[in-house]
């Protein structure tokens, strides 16, 4: 009898408490009611430090495609062709049904997005140099597209609508549908050779003075 119930007693104390499976239900519920919640937050979070980085990372673009573009004005070359290939690779995919103008890459064809980026990119030779003042300033202005999900449709309501080759009010305008950021950066860049030699065959970069 005693091993009887000392068996019947053992057994009642490993099975499960009733209460306590209530509870532990309880607690996955309300885990994934709290993961349901946080959730949507972290990815929006998420999503935004990766725009504001892709930010950072077209500020450096538009600010080598000012350099660029000076430098083309330097040795005679198209400015705005030269800032076009550069902010080519944050051109973003919008572009209008009118651009229609590519800068074609010997052996490789036309560039990507070079299109978009003759209609986003705006450049102002401030300074030609040919003035006497003995050096070159530009200034770019690109129309850089917010391409992260979610992210962007939150500047769109803040944003002025514009059409190609307007001059922007504001940092955020909507262009061709989509969110875009307004950035713009000053180059300038001195001479490195007098007037006179200015037009000397040569060096496309560097003239020929033995002419």
Same mark, same amino acid.
């Given at each position: 009898?005693?091993?009887?119930?000392g068996i019947v007693s053992e057994r009642?104390?490993?099975?499960?408490?009733?209460?306590?499976? &209530? =509870?532990?239900?309880?607690?996955?519920?309300?885990?994934?009611?709290?993961?349901?919640?946080?959730?949507?937050?972290?990815?929006?979070?998420?999503?935004?430090?990766?725009?504001?980085?892709?930010?950072? =990372?077209?500020?450096?673009?538009?600010?080598?495609?000012?350099?660029?573009?000076? &430098?083309?004005?330097?040795?005679?070359?198209?400015?705005?062709?030269?800032?076009?290939?550069?902010?080519?690779?944050?051109?973003?995919?919008?572009?209008?049904?009118?651009?229609?103008?590519?800068?074609?890459?010997?052996?490789?064809?036309?560039?990507? &997005?070079?299109?978009?980026?003759?209609?986003?990119?705006?450049?102002?030779?401030?300074?030609?140099?040919?003035?006497? *003042?003995?050096?070159?300033?530009?200034?770019?202005?690109?129309?850089?597209?917010?391409?992260?999900?979610?992210? *962007?449709?939150?500047?769109?309501?803040?944003?002025? *609508? =514009?059409?190609?080759?307007?001059?922007?009010?504001?940092?955020?305008?909507?262009?061709?549908?989509?969110?875009?950021?307004?950035?713009? *950066?000053?180059?300038?860049?001195?001479?490195?050779?007098?007037?006179?030699?200015?037009?000397?065959?040569?060096?496309?970069?560097?003239?020929?003075?033995?002419?």
């Open positions: 009898m005693d091993s009887d119930a009642m104390e490993h099975r499960p408490d009733r209460r306590d499976s &209530r =509870v532990a239900a309880g607690q996955g519920g309300q885990a994934i009611a709290e993961f349901a919640i946080v959730f949507p937050l972290m990815l929006l979070m998420v999503l935004a430090i990766v725009q504001i980085s892709l930010m950072f =990372v077209a500020k450096s673009v538009v600010e080598y495609s000012a350099f660029a573009a000076a &430098r083309a004005e330097v040795v005679g070359e198209d400015p705005e062709q030269a800032a076009a290939f550069v902010c080519s690779t944050i051109a973003g995919p919008s572009r209008g049904a009118g651009a229609g103008r590519f800068i074609t890459v010997p052996g490789w064809g036309d560039l990507p &997005r070079s299109a978009a980026a003759f209609e986003k990119t705006l450049v102002d030779v401030m300074d030609p140099g040919d003035n006497g *003042s003995g050096h070159v300033t530009v200034e770019v202005t690109h129309y850089y597209e917010l391409i992260v999900p979610v992210v *962007s449709m939150i500047f769109k309501p803040i944003s002025r *609508s =514009v059409e190609p080759g307007d001059v922007p009010q504001g940092i955020f305008i909507t262009l061709n549908d989509a969110p875009h950021m307004v950035l713009k *950066s000053r180059y300038t860049r001195p001479v490195p050779w007098d007037e006179e030699l200015k037009n000397a065959h040569g060096h496309p970069v560097i003239p020929d003075l033995s002419e």
